[in-house]
Protein backbone atom coordinates (compact mmCIF):
# COMPACT_ATOMS: atom_id res chain seq x y z
CA UNK A 1 0.00 0.00 0.00
CA UNK A 2 3.04 2.53 0.22
CA UNK A 3 3.05 4.89 -2.75
CA UNK A 4 6.27 4.56 -5.06
CA UNK A 5 8.50 7.42 -6.26
CA UNK A 6 10.37 4.94 -8.46
CA UNK A 7 10.38 7.50 -11.34
CA UNK A 8 11.24 10.22 -9.39
CA UNK A 9 14.37 8.52 -7.33
CA UNK A 10 15.38 7.99 -10.67
CA UNK A 11 15.64 11.20 -11.80
CA UNK A 12 17.09 12.37 -9.03
CA UNK A 13 19.68 10.34 -8.56
CA UNK A 14 20.68 11.36 -12.58
CA UNK A 15 20.32 14.47 -11.46
CA UNK A 16 22.57 14.41 -8.49
CA UNK A 17 24.93 12.72 -10.58
CA UNK A 18 24.58 9.18 -9.45
CA UNK A 19 26.25 10.10 -5.63
CA UNK A 20 22.85 10.58 -3.50
CA UNK A 21 19.64 8.55 -3.17
CA UNK A 22 17.07 10.32 -2.24
CA UNK A 23 15.65 10.86 1.95
CA UNK A 24 11.88 10.25 1.79
CA UNK A 25 8.89 9.78 4.18
CA UNK A 26 7.07 6.30 4.14
CA UNK A 27 3.74 7.56 1.96
CA UNK A 28 0.49 5.50 0.85
CA UNK A 29 -1.61 5.68 -1.48
CA UNK A 30 -4.54 7.83 -1.27
CA UNK A 31 -7.05 5.24 -0.96
CA UNK A 32 -9.39 3.89 2.13
CA UNK A 33 -6.52 1.09 2.92
CA UNK A 34 -3.75 3.96 2.24
CA UNK A 35 -5.05 6.44 4.54
CA UNK A 36 -5.97 3.40 7.09
CA UNK A 37 -2.08 2.56 7.33
CA UNK A 38 -1.08 6.22 7.45
CA UNK A 39 -3.68 6.96 10.16
CA UNK A 40 -2.77 3.80 12.26
CA UNK A 41 1.10 4.35 11.54
CA UNK A 42 1.23 8.24 12.55
CA UNK A 43 -0.43 7.16 16.00
CA UNK A 44 1.43 4.03 15.97
CA UNK A 45 4.98 6.12 15.91
CA UNK A 46 4.16 9.48 17.07
CA UNK A 47 1.43 9.06 19.71
CA UNK A 48 3.38 9.05 22.88
CA UNK A 49 0.66 7.29 25.11
CA UNK A 50 0.81 4.05 23.87
CA UNK A 51 2.23 2.45 26.97
CA UNK A 52 1.03 4.11 29.50
CA UNK A 53 -2.50 3.45 28.45
CA UNK A 54 -1.67 -0.29 27.72
CA UNK A 55 -0.60 0.02 31.67
CA UNK A 56 -3.94 2.00 32.65
CA UNK A 57 -6.41 -0.37 30.14
CA UNK A 58 -4.86 -2.59 28.71
CA UNK A 59 -4.60 -0.60 25.16
CA UNK A 60 -3.52 -2.99 22.86
CA UNK A 61 -2.45 -0.95 19.03
CA UNK A 62 -1.95 -3.74 17.35
CA UNK A 63 -4.68 -5.37 17.91
CA UNK A 64 -6.51 -1.92 17.18
CA UNK A 65 -5.13 -2.42 13.64
CA UNK A 66 -6.45 -6.12 13.20
CA UNK A 67 -9.61 -4.89 14.68
CA UNK A 68 -10.77 -1.88 12.53
CA UNK A 69 -8.42 -3.16 9.65
CA UNK A 70 -11.66 -5.52 8.65
CA UNK A 71 -14.29 -2.98 8.26
CA UNK A 72 -11.65 -1.33 5.77
CA UNK A 73 -12.93 -1.91 2.17
CA UNK A 74 -11.76 -0.40 -1.44
CA UNK A 75 -15.02 1.36 -2.32
CA UNK A 76 -16.24 3.00 1.09
CA UNK A 77 -17.28 6.30 1.23
CA UNK A 78 -15.72 9.14 2.36
CA UNK A 79 -18.20 9.34 5.51
CA UNK A 80 -17.72 5.58 6.08
CA UNK A 81 -14.41 5.60 6.50
CA UNK A 82 -14.15 8.86 8.00
CA UNK A 83 -16.61 6.97 11.05
CA UNK A 84 -13.91 3.68 10.92
CA UNK A 85 -11.29 6.29 12.11
CA UNK A 86 -13.52 8.06 14.45
CA UNK A 87 -14.34 4.71 16.61
CA UNK A 88 -10.71 3.82 16.28
CA UNK A 89 -9.27 7.02 17.33
CA UNK A 90 -11.74 6.60 20.53
CA UNK A 91 -9.68 3.90 21.46
CA UNK A 92 -7.32 6.76 22.90
CA UNK A 93 -9.47 7.64 24.96
CA UNK A 94 -7.71 11.06 24.68
CA UNK A 95 -9.48 14.66 23.74
CA UNK A 96 -6.51 15.87 22.24
CA UNK A 97 -6.57 13.24 19.28
CA UNK A 98 -8.31 14.54 16.38
CA UNK A 99 -9.13 14.17 12.94
CA UNK A 100 -10.41 17.07 10.95
CA UNK A 101 -12.15 16.77 7.37
CA UNK A 102 -14.38 18.88 5.51
CA UNK A 103 -17.62 17.58 7.08
CA UNK A 104 -16.54 16.94 10.18
CA UNK A 105 -14.73 16.27 13.42
CA UNK A 106 -13.53 13.61 14.74
CA UNK A 107 -13.01 13.49 18.75
CA UNK A 108 -13.47 11.89 21.83
CA UNK A 109 -14.50 14.29 24.69
CA UNK A 110 -16.48 11.59 27.04
CA UNK A 111 -13.74 12.87 29.43
CA UNK A 112 -16.14 15.80 30.77
CA UNK A 113 -19.65 14.85 28.58
CA UNK A 114 -19.67 11.44 31.03
CA UNK A 115 -19.84 14.03 34.29
CA UNK A 116 -21.17 16.46 36.09
CA UNK A 117 -21.35 19.87 34.71
CA UNK A 118 -20.39 21.86 37.62
CA UNK A 119 -20.81 25.08 35.64
CA UNK A 120 -23.27 27.24 34.74
CA UNK A 121 -22.94 30.41 32.73
CA UNK A 122 -26.17 32.23 33.97
CA UNK A 123 -25.20 31.56 37.65
CA UNK A 124 -21.83 32.86 37.24
CA UNK A 125 -23.87 36.00 35.67
CA UNK A 126 -25.16 36.56 39.03
CA UNK A 127 -21.95 36.59 41.13
CA UNK A 128 -20.15 38.64 38.16
CA UNK A 129 -23.20 41.30 37.48
CA UNK A 130 -22.65 43.65 35.44
CA UNK A 131 -20.33 45.87 36.83
CA UNK A 132 -17.13 43.58 36.76
CA UNK A 133 -13.52 44.23 34.94
CA UNK A 134 -11.48 42.85 32.03
CA UNK A 135 -8.16 42.85 31.38
CA UNK A 136 -7.36 41.21 28.02
CA UNK A 137 -8.73 37.43 29.04
CA UNK A 138 -9.85 37.95 32.54
CA UNK A 139 -12.93 39.02 34.09
CA UNK A 140 -12.37 39.69 37.45
CA UNK A 141 -14.67 41.35 40.43
CA UNK A 142 -14.60 41.91 44.16
CA UNK A 143 -17.55 39.77 45.98
CA UNK A 144 -19.78 41.07 48.63
CA UNK A 145 -17.67 39.25 51.48
CA UNK A 146 -14.40 40.78 50.13
CA UNK A 147 -13.03 37.98 48.37
CA UNK A 148 -11.44 38.29 44.82
CA UNK A 149 -13.25 36.51 41.55
CA UNK A 150 -11.86 35.92 39.07
CA UNK A 151 -12.57 34.15 36.16
CA UNK A 152 -10.40 33.09 32.92
CA UNK A 153 -12.39 31.35 29.74
CA UNK A 154 -9.39 30.08 27.84
CA UNK A 155 -5.53 30.38 27.63
CA UNK A 156 -5.46 31.15 23.97
CA UNK A 157 -7.20 34.71 25.37
CA UNK A 158 -3.25 36.59 25.69
CA UNK A 159 -2.95 38.11 29.05
CA UNK A 160 0.35 40.16 29.39
CA UNK A 161 1.98 41.11 32.75
CA UNK A 162 0.72 44.87 32.23
CA UNK A 163 -2.64 42.78 32.53
CA UNK A 164 -1.98 41.00 35.73
CA UNK A 165 -0.22 44.06 37.44
CA UNK A 166 -3.33 45.93 37.22
CA UNK A 167 -5.79 43.47 38.10
CA UNK A 168 -4.13 42.42 40.80
CA UNK A 169 -3.37 45.67 42.39
CA UNK A 170 -7.25 46.58 41.78
CA UNK A 171 -7.44 43.51 43.86
CA UNK A 172 -5.06 44.07 46.29
CA UNK A 173 -7.32 45.03 49.21
CA UNK A 174 -9.36 41.88 49.40
CA UNK A 175 -8.43 38.70 51.82
CA UNK A 176 -8.42 36.00 49.25
CA UNK A 177 -8.58 35.43 45.31
CA UNK A 178 -10.98 32.66 43.53
CA UNK A 179 -9.17 32.30 40.05
CA UNK A 180 -12.01 30.38 38.29
CA UNK A 181 -10.91 27.90 35.09
CA UNK A 182 -14.07 26.01 35.11
CA UNK A 183 -14.81 25.22 31.43
CA UNK A 184 -11.57 26.26 30.42
CA UNK A 185 -9.87 23.47 27.69
CA UNK A 186 -6.72 25.14 27.68
CA UNK A 187 -4.86 27.28 25.27
CA UNK A 188 -0.99 28.73 25.25
CA UNK A 189 1.30 27.14 28.29
CA UNK A 190 3.19 30.19 28.47
CA UNK A 191 -0.08 32.41 29.33
CA UNK A 192 -0.64 29.39 31.86
CA UNK A 193 3.08 30.00 33.31
CA UNK A 194 2.66 33.84 33.00
CA UNK A 195 -0.22 33.73 35.41
CA UNK A 196 1.25 31.17 38.06
CA UNK A 197 4.39 33.16 38.22
CA UNK A 198 2.32 35.32 40.34
CA UNK A 199 1.02 33.18 43.06
CA UNK A 200 4.88 31.77 44.22
CA UNK A 201 7.56 33.77 45.94
CA UNK A 202 10.86 30.93 45.08
CA UNK A 203 11.40 29.22 42.01
CA UNK A 204 9.46 25.86 42.47
CA UNK A 205 10.04 22.35 40.47
CA UNK A 206 6.44 22.08 39.02
CA UNK A 207 6.73 18.90 36.98
CA UNK A 208 8.83 17.23 33.78
CA UNK A 209 8.47 17.01 30.20
CA UNK A 210 9.79 14.69 27.87
CA UNK A 211 9.44 14.18 24.06
CA UNK A 212 9.40 10.91 21.45
CA UNK A 213 12.88 11.00 20.23
CA UNK A 214 11.83 8.21 17.73
CA UNK A 215 9.33 5.76 16.11
CA UNK A 216 9.06 3.26 18.99
CA UNK A 217 6.72 3.34 21.45
CA UNK A 218 9.17 3.76 24.18
CA UNK A 219 11.41 6.09 22.04
CA UNK A 220 11.58 8.70 24.76
CA UNK A 221 13.81 11.81 26.28
CA UNK A 222 15.21 11.81 29.58
CA UNK A 223 12.47 13.35 31.59
CA UNK A 224 13.35 17.34 31.91
CA UNK A 225 12.30 19.09 35.01
CA UNK A 226 10.05 22.06 34.41
CA UNK A 227 10.51 25.23 36.87
CA UNK A 228 8.06 28.07 37.88
CA UNK A 229 9.99 31.33 38.45
CA UNK A 230 8.42 33.93 40.51
CA UNK A 231 7.26 37.26 38.67
CA UNK A 232 9.60 40.27 39.18
CA UNK A 233 6.26 41.92 39.22
CA UNK A 234 3.46 42.72 41.85
CA UNK A 235 2.75 39.05 43.12
CA UNK A 236 -0.11 37.79 45.25
CA UNK A 237 0.51 36.67 48.91
CA UNK A 238 -2.81 35.86 50.16
CA UNK A 239 -4.92 32.34 50.31
CA UNK A 240 -6.22 31.35 46.82
CA UNK A 241 -8.87 28.97 45.75
CA UNK A 242 -8.51 27.14 42.20
CA UNK A 243 -12.02 26.58 40.57
CA UNK A 244 -11.83 23.41 38.56
CA UNK A 245 -13.89 20.96 36.69
CA UNK A 246 -13.87 18.24 33.86
CA UNK A 247 -13.97 20.88 31.15
CA UNK A 248 -10.47 22.36 32.70
CA UNK A 249 -8.13 20.63 30.34
CA UNK A 250 -5.07 20.94 28.21
CA UNK A 251 -2.95 24.76 29.25
CA UNK A 252 -5.77 24.70 32.27
CA UNK A 253 -4.71 21.15 33.68
CA UNK A 254 -1.18 21.94 33.44
CA UNK A 255 -1.82 25.52 35.36
CA UNK A 256 -4.00 23.51 37.97
CA UNK A 257 -0.98 21.19 38.42
CA UNK A 258 1.68 24.15 38.50
CA UNK A 259 -0.92 25.66 41.18
CA UNK A 260 -1.16 23.14 43.14
CA UNK A 261 2.61 22.83 43.74
CA UNK A 262 2.60 26.48 45.49
CA UNK A 263 1.73 27.56 48.88
CA UNK A 264 -1.45 28.91 50.11
CA UNK A 265 -3.35 27.18 46.90
CA UNK A 266 -6.27 25.39 47.24
CA UNK A 267 -8.16 23.61 44.30
CA UNK A 268 -11.99 22.63 44.78
CA UNK A 269 -14.08 21.76 42.67
CA UNK A 270 -14.37 18.52 40.33
CA UNK A 271 -11.37 16.57 39.22
CA UNK A 272 -9.34 18.15 35.86
CA UNK A 273 -10.36 17.11 32.11
CA UNK A 274 -6.99 15.91 32.33
CA UNK A 275 -4.72 16.11 28.45
CA UNK A 276 -1.14 16.15 29.16
CA UNK A 277 0.35 15.34 26.18
CA UNK A 278 1.40 18.57 23.94
CA UNK A 279 -0.16 18.13 20.72
CA UNK A 280 1.02 18.31 17.45
CA UNK A 281 -0.63 18.05 13.72
CA UNK A 282 -0.30 15.34 11.04
CA UNK A 283 -1.95 14.30 7.94
CA UNK A 284 -3.46 11.22 5.96
CA UNK A 285 -2.83 11.47 2.12
CA UNK A 286 -6.36 12.01 1.01
CA UNK A 287 -5.64 15.72 2.85
CA UNK A 288 -7.65 15.28 6.74
CA UNK A 289 -5.32 16.67 8.93
CA UNK A 290 -4.85 15.09 12.27
CA UNK A 291 -4.12 16.14 16.17
CA UNK A 292 -2.60 14.10 19.09
CA UNK A 293 -0.43 14.19 21.59
CA UNK A 294 3.32 13.79 21.39
CA UNK A 295 4.70 15.08 24.71
CA UNK A 296 4.15 13.95 27.77
CA UNK A 297 3.92 16.16 31.41
CA UNK A 298 4.20 14.72 34.19
CA UNK A 299 4.05 16.35 37.98
CA UNK A 300 6.95 16.64 40.40
CA UNK A 301 6.42 12.82 41.49
CA UNK A 302 6.12 11.73 37.71
CA UNK A 303 2.71 10.57 37.85
CA UNK A 304 1.19 10.98 34.27
CA UNK A 305 -1.80 13.94 34.60
CA UNK A 306 -3.37 12.58 30.94
CA UNK A 307 -6.41 11.52 33.18
CA UNK A 308 -6.30 14.60 34.97
CA UNK A 309 -5.48 16.14 38.46
CA UNK A 310 -7.69 15.75 42.11
CA UNK A 311 -8.91 18.86 43.63
CA UNK A 312 -7.97 19.10 47.37
CA UNK A 313 -11.59 19.69 48.07
CA UNK A 314 -13.90 17.69 45.91
CA UNK A 315 -17.68 19.19 45.49
CA UNK A 316 -20.05 19.26 42.92
CA UNK A 317 -22.64 21.87 42.06
CA UNK A 318 -25.67 20.96 44.36
CA UNK A 319 -29.23 20.84 42.48
CA UNK A 320 -30.64 22.94 45.53
CA UNK A 321 -27.77 25.53 45.29
CA UNK A 322 -28.45 26.25 41.51
CA UNK A 323 -32.17 26.33 42.41
CA UNK A 324 -31.59 29.48 44.60
CA UNK A 325 -29.02 30.93 41.98
CA UNK A 326 -26.03 29.58 44.11
CA UNK A 327 -22.80 28.05 42.69
CA UNK A 328 -21.60 25.40 45.17
CA UNK A 329 -18.79 25.53 44.23
CA UNK A 330 -17.56 29.21 44.53
CA UNK A 331 -19.51 29.32 47.77
CA UNK A 332 -17.13 26.53 48.80
CA UNK A 333 -14.47 28.38 47.47
CA UNK A 334 -15.29 31.58 49.68
CA UNK A 335 -15.72 29.40 52.85
CA UNK A 336 -12.11 28.49 52.98
CA UNK A 337 -11.50 31.71 51.97
CA UNK A 338 -13.06 33.30 54.70
CA UNK A 339 -11.50 30.63 56.88
CA UNK A 340 -8.49 30.89 56.39
CA UNK A 341 -8.38 35.13 56.60
CA UNK A 342 -9.68 34.91 60.23
CA UNK B 1 59.03 8.12 -1.23
CA UNK B 2 61.50 11.41 -1.68
CA UNK B 3 61.66 10.93 -5.66
CA UNK B 4 57.91 10.99 -5.42
CA UNK B 5 58.11 14.91 -3.54
CA UNK B 6 60.65 15.77 -5.57
CA UNK B 7 58.27 14.90 -8.59
CA UNK B 8 55.46 16.85 -7.24
CA UNK B 9 57.30 20.06 -6.75
CA UNK B 10 58.38 19.38 -9.92
CA UNK B 11 55.03 19.40 -11.76
CA UNK B 12 53.67 22.13 -8.99
CA UNK B 13 56.18 24.68 -9.35
CA UNK B 14 55.79 23.88 -13.62
CA UNK B 15 52.16 24.35 -12.79
CA UNK B 16 52.26 27.90 -11.19
CA UNK B 17 54.64 29.12 -13.66
CA UNK B 18 52.45 27.73 -16.49
CA UNK B 19 49.95 30.24 -14.93
CA UNK B 20 51.74 33.36 -14.09
CA UNK B 21 52.70 32.95 -18.15
CA UNK B 22 49.30 32.46 -19.34
CA UNK B 23 47.91 36.40 -18.25
CA UNK B 24 51.98 38.20 -17.88
CA UNK B 25 50.34 41.13 -19.25
CA UNK B 26 47.82 42.12 -16.49
CA UNK B 27 47.86 41.71 -12.48
CA UNK B 28 45.32 38.55 -12.51
CA UNK B 29 44.07 39.21 -8.99
CA UNK B 30 43.04 42.71 -10.25
CA UNK B 31 39.89 40.73 -11.98
CA UNK B 32 36.73 40.78 -10.56
CA UNK B 33 33.45 38.97 -11.83
CA UNK B 34 30.00 39.70 -10.35
CA UNK B 35 26.92 38.34 -11.51
CA UNK B 36 22.95 38.90 -10.24
CA UNK B 37 20.16 36.43 -11.21
CA UNK B 38 16.54 35.98 -10.24
CA UNK B 39 15.04 33.05 -11.51
CA UNK B 40 11.87 31.05 -10.93
CA UNK B 41 11.07 27.13 -10.00
CA UNK B 42 9.64 24.11 -8.80
CA UNK B 43 10.64 22.76 -5.18
CA UNK B 44 9.40 20.04 -3.66
CA UNK B 45 9.23 20.26 0.40
CA UNK B 46 9.15 17.25 2.72
CA UNK B 47 9.86 17.73 6.77
CA UNK B 48 8.20 14.93 8.81
CA UNK B 49 8.12 17.14 11.70
CA UNK B 50 5.58 19.42 9.87
CA UNK B 51 3.99 16.17 7.84
CA UNK B 52 4.99 13.05 6.15
CA UNK B 53 3.63 14.78 2.92
CA UNK B 54 5.74 15.96 0.13
CA UNK B 55 4.35 19.54 -0.81
CA UNK B 56 5.13 21.31 -4.46
CA UNK B 57 4.92 24.33 -5.86
CA UNK B 58 6.46 27.71 -7.09
CA UNK B 59 9.47 29.28 -5.79
CA UNK B 60 11.37 32.36 -6.41
CA UNK B 61 15.42 32.88 -6.12
CA UNK B 62 17.97 35.02 -6.44
CA UNK B 63 21.54 34.77 -6.69
CA UNK B 64 24.43 37.29 -6.57
CA UNK B 65 27.96 35.79 -7.04
CA UNK B 66 31.58 37.90 -6.78
CA UNK B 67 34.62 35.78 -7.60
CA UNK B 68 37.99 37.54 -8.00
CA UNK B 69 41.45 36.00 -8.71
CA UNK B 70 43.89 36.33 -5.74
CA UNK B 71 47.70 36.01 -5.54
CA UNK B 72 47.89 32.63 -3.73
CA UNK B 73 50.33 29.81 -5.51
CA UNK B 74 51.14 32.26 -8.30
CA UNK B 75 47.62 33.22 -8.86
CA UNK B 76 45.91 29.71 -9.35
CA UNK B 77 43.55 30.75 -6.69
CA UNK B 78 40.25 32.38 -6.56
CA UNK B 79 37.91 33.83 -3.90
CA UNK B 80 34.14 32.95 -4.74
CA UNK B 81 31.32 34.64 -2.52
CA UNK B 82 27.79 33.60 -3.05
CA UNK B 83 24.62 34.66 -1.38
CA UNK B 84 21.38 32.68 -2.31
CA UNK B 85 17.75 33.63 -0.91
CA UNK B 86 14.98 31.58 -2.24
CA UNK B 87 11.10 31.87 -1.45
CA UNK B 88 8.59 29.01 -1.80
CA UNK B 89 4.82 28.69 -1.84
CA UNK B 90 3.41 24.52 -2.12
CA UNK B 91 0.88 22.46 -1.21
CA UNK B 92 0.60 18.81 -0.44
CA UNK B 93 -1.21 16.64 -3.22
CA UNK B 94 -4.74 16.98 -1.96
CA UNK B 95 -4.65 21.08 -2.03
CA UNK B 96 -5.58 20.66 1.74
CA UNK B 97 -2.51 21.92 3.27
CA UNK B 98 -0.04 24.56 2.25
CA UNK B 99 3.51 25.60 3.53
CA UNK B 100 5.75 28.46 2.65
CA UNK B 101 9.23 28.25 2.91
CA UNK B 102 12.38 29.97 2.77
CA UNK B 103 16.32 29.88 2.60
CA UNK B 104 19.27 32.18 2.71
CA UNK B 105 22.38 30.20 1.81
CA UNK B 106 26.23 32.52 2.04
CA UNK B 107 28.70 30.58 0.67
CA UNK B 108 32.49 31.57 0.20
CA UNK B 109 35.60 30.30 -0.36
CA UNK B 110 38.50 29.20 -2.56
CA UNK B 111 39.02 27.64 -6.24
CA UNK B 112 42.63 25.60 -7.30
CA UNK B 113 42.32 26.25 -11.18
CA UNK B 114 43.57 23.47 -13.29
CA UNK B 115 44.06 24.99 -17.12
CA UNK B 116 43.47 22.43 -19.20
CA UNK B 117 43.70 24.43 -22.37
CA UNK B 118 42.97 27.41 -23.99
CA UNK B 119 39.63 26.83 -23.76
CA UNK B 120 38.97 24.66 -21.29
CA UNK B 121 39.38 25.06 -17.19
CA UNK B 122 38.71 23.51 -14.04
CA UNK B 123 38.38 24.62 -10.44
CA UNK B 124 38.66 22.48 -7.64
CA UNK B 125 38.20 23.92 -4.06
CA UNK B 126 36.67 24.30 -1.10
CA UNK B 127 33.71 26.39 0.46
CA UNK B 128 31.90 27.96 3.77
CA UNK B 129 28.06 27.41 3.73
CA UNK B 130 25.58 28.66 5.83
CA UNK B 131 22.09 28.14 5.94
CA UNK B 132 19.07 30.13 7.40
CA UNK B 133 15.75 29.33 6.80
CA UNK B 134 12.28 28.10 7.71
CA UNK B 135 9.01 26.24 7.20
CA UNK B 136 5.62 27.41 7.90
CA UNK B 137 2.67 25.16 7.41
CA UNK B 138 -0.28 27.32 7.93
CA UNK B 139 -2.74 24.69 9.49
CA UNK B 140 -0.82 22.84 12.35
CA UNK B 141 -0.96 23.29 16.15
CA UNK B 142 2.17 23.17 18.16
CA UNK B 143 4.68 21.91 15.28
CA UNK B 144 3.48 24.72 12.60
CA UNK B 145 7.13 25.73 11.45
CA UNK B 146 10.37 24.28 11.23
CA UNK B 147 13.29 26.34 11.48
CA UNK B 148 16.33 25.45 9.57
CA UNK B 149 19.46 26.53 10.22
CA UNK B 150 22.92 24.54 9.38
CA UNK B 151 26.67 25.24 8.29
CA UNK B 152 29.18 23.24 6.31
CA UNK B 153 32.45 22.81 4.88
CA UNK B 154 31.49 22.15 1.41
CA UNK B 155 33.59 20.78 -1.74
CA UNK B 156 32.94 22.11 -4.80
CA UNK B 157 33.84 21.59 -8.71
CA UNK B 158 33.66 24.05 -11.73
CA UNK B 159 34.49 23.78 -15.47
CA UNK B 160 34.66 26.94 -17.03
CA UNK B 161 34.41 26.79 -21.33
CA UNK B 162 34.83 29.57 -23.73
CA UNK B 163 34.31 29.39 -26.90
CA UNK B 164 33.33 31.92 -29.75
CA UNK B 165 30.29 31.97 -32.59
CA UNK B 166 31.66 33.68 -34.91
CA UNK B 167 33.44 36.69 -33.53
CA UNK B 168 30.96 36.53 -30.09
CA UNK B 169 32.86 34.88 -26.79
CA UNK B 170 30.36 32.86 -25.26
CA UNK B 171 31.36 31.17 -22.12
CA UNK B 172 29.75 27.83 -20.14
CA UNK B 173 30.03 27.23 -16.67
CA UNK B 174 29.16 24.07 -14.69
CA UNK B 175 29.65 24.26 -10.36
CA UNK B 176 29.09 21.46 -8.14
CA UNK B 177 28.91 22.08 -4.50
CA UNK B 178 28.74 19.19 -2.12
CA UNK B 179 28.72 19.41 1.59
CA UNK B 180 30.96 17.11 3.46
CA UNK B 181 30.79 18.12 7.47
CA UNK B 182 28.69 20.40 9.34
CA UNK B 183 26.65 21.27 11.97
CA UNK B 184 22.69 21.55 11.87
CA UNK B 185 20.08 22.60 14.59
CA UNK B 186 17.33 20.03 14.67
CA UNK B 187 14.40 19.89 17.32
CA UNK B 188 14.24 16.61 19.02
CA UNK B 189 11.88 13.88 16.80
CA UNK B 190 8.69 15.10 18.42
CA UNK B 191 10.31 17.94 20.89
CA UNK B 192 8.18 21.04 20.78
CA UNK B 193 9.68 24.43 20.43
CA UNK B 194 8.22 25.41 23.26
CA UNK B 195 10.43 23.21 25.46
CA UNK B 196 13.28 24.14 23.50
CA UNK B 197 13.05 27.97 24.00
CA UNK B 198 10.65 28.33 26.71
CA UNK B 199 12.06 25.82 28.96
CA UNK B 200 15.49 26.01 27.76
CA UNK B 201 16.02 22.16 27.41
CA UNK B 202 18.68 22.41 24.17
CA UNK B 203 20.75 19.75 24.46
CA UNK B 204 21.14 17.49 21.40
CA UNK B 205 19.43 20.21 18.81
CA UNK B 206 22.31 20.93 17.32
CA UNK B 207 23.82 17.93 15.78
CA UNK B 208 27.12 16.64 13.74
CA UNK B 209 26.48 16.27 9.84
CA UNK B 210 28.09 14.73 6.74
CA UNK B 211 27.10 12.70 3.82
CA UNK B 212 25.74 9.99 5.47
CA UNK B 213 23.05 12.48 7.50
CA UNK B 214 22.86 14.95 5.55
CA UNK B 215 23.35 14.11 1.45
CA UNK B 216 23.21 17.89 -0.04
CA UNK B 217 24.18 19.15 -3.34
CA UNK B 218 23.98 22.16 -5.17
CA UNK B 219 24.85 22.45 -9.07
CA UNK B 220 24.25 25.52 -11.28
CA UNK B 221 24.63 25.12 -15.62
CA UNK B 222 24.84 28.64 -17.11
CA UNK B 223 25.42 29.99 -20.49
CA UNK B 224 27.09 33.91 -20.70
CA UNK B 225 25.90 35.47 -24.05
CA UNK B 226 27.33 38.53 -25.17
CA UNK B 227 24.73 40.96 -25.40
CA UNK B 228 25.89 44.61 -26.45
CA UNK B 229 28.33 45.88 -24.17
CA UNK B 230 27.30 43.56 -21.65
CA UNK B 231 26.83 39.88 -20.77
CA UNK B 232 23.88 37.76 -20.57
CA UNK B 233 23.55 34.81 -18.24
CA UNK B 234 21.37 32.36 -18.66
CA UNK B 235 20.85 28.71 -16.20
CA UNK B 236 19.52 26.24 -14.70
CA UNK B 237 20.24 25.64 -10.90
CA UNK B 238 19.73 22.42 -9.01
CA UNK B 239 19.39 22.82 -5.05
CA UNK B 240 19.27 19.21 -3.79
CA UNK B 241 19.18 19.62 0.51
CA UNK B 242 18.10 15.97 2.36
CA UNK B 243 19.00 16.11 6.20
CA UNK B 244 17.98 12.61 8.47
CA UNK B 245 18.58 14.22 11.59
CA UNK B 246 16.99 12.97 15.14
CA UNK B 247 14.78 10.98 13.06
CA UNK B 248 13.24 13.84 11.23
CA UNK B 249 13.46 13.42 7.64
CA UNK B 250 14.11 16.45 5.43
CA UNK B 251 14.14 17.37 1.85
CA UNK B 252 13.60 20.26 -0.62
CA UNK B 253 14.64 19.92 -3.88
CA UNK B 254 14.36 22.74 -6.20
CA UNK B 255 15.09 23.55 -9.89
CA UNK B 256 15.04 26.73 -11.11
CA UNK B 257 15.67 28.81 -14.55
CA UNK B 258 17.61 31.75 -13.83
CA UNK B 259 18.55 34.72 -15.90
CA UNK B 260 20.66 38.24 -15.02
CA UNK B 261 23.48 39.90 -16.19
CA UNK B 262 27.26 39.55 -15.60
CA UNK B 263 29.45 42.53 -14.85
CA UNK B 264 33.30 42.01 -15.78
CA UNK B 265 35.71 43.95 -14.18
CA UNK B 266 39.46 45.31 -13.70
CA UNK B 267 40.36 47.27 -10.56
CA UNK B 268 42.77 49.72 -12.08
CA UNK B 269 41.99 51.06 -15.65
CA UNK B 270 43.89 49.08 -18.49
CA UNK B 271 43.75 49.45 -22.10
CA UNK B 272 43.66 45.54 -23.08
CA UNK B 273 40.54 44.75 -24.03
CA UNK B 274 38.97 43.28 -20.79
CA UNK B 275 36.58 39.77 -21.89
CA UNK B 276 40.45 38.38 -24.12
CA UNK B 277 41.98 38.74 -20.39
CA UNK B 278 39.07 36.99 -17.89
CA UNK B 279 40.14 33.60 -16.37
CA UNK B 280 36.26 32.99 -15.50
Known amino acids: MKHSHGLFHTLFYLLTLGLFSCIDAETYNDSPRGNFEALWHTIDE ?15 WDEVHERYSRDIVDNMTDKDLFNVFDRMLAELRDGHVNLYTGFDVARYWDWYEDYPKNFSDSIQRIYLGKDYHIASGLKYKVLDDNIGYIYYESFSDAVGNGNLSDMLQELAICKGLI ?117 PMYDPQMNHLEFGIDPDVQVDMSADDMRRGKDTIIETARRILNEKAL | M ?16 ALSQENNSLPINHFVTRSTLVGVGYTQILDTYLSPAEYAGIEGRFLHERMRMTKLFGGRVSTQSMVQSNLAY ?140 TTLRVGYLGDYQQSKVNNIRCHTYSHAFMVGFVKNFYLIKHKDPLRKQLPF
Open chain 1, 46 to 60: QYCFLDYKAQEYGLD
Open chain 1, 179 to 295: IDVRNNSGGQLTNADRIAARFTNKKVLTGYICHKTGPGHSDFSEPYPVYLEPSGSVRWQKPVCVLTNRSSYSATNDFVNTMKQLENITIVGDRTGGGSGLPFSSELPNGWSIRFSAS
Open chain 2, 2 to 17: RRSILLLAILFTWAVS
Open chain 2, 90 to 229: TENRSGSGSEFAGMVNWTYGLHYHFPINGNLRILVGGLGDGNLGFIYNTRNSNNPAQAKAYINLTASAMAFYKFRIGQRPFSVRYQVNVPFIGAMFSPGYQQSYYEIFTLGNHDKVVRFTSLHNQPSMRQLLTLDIPVGG
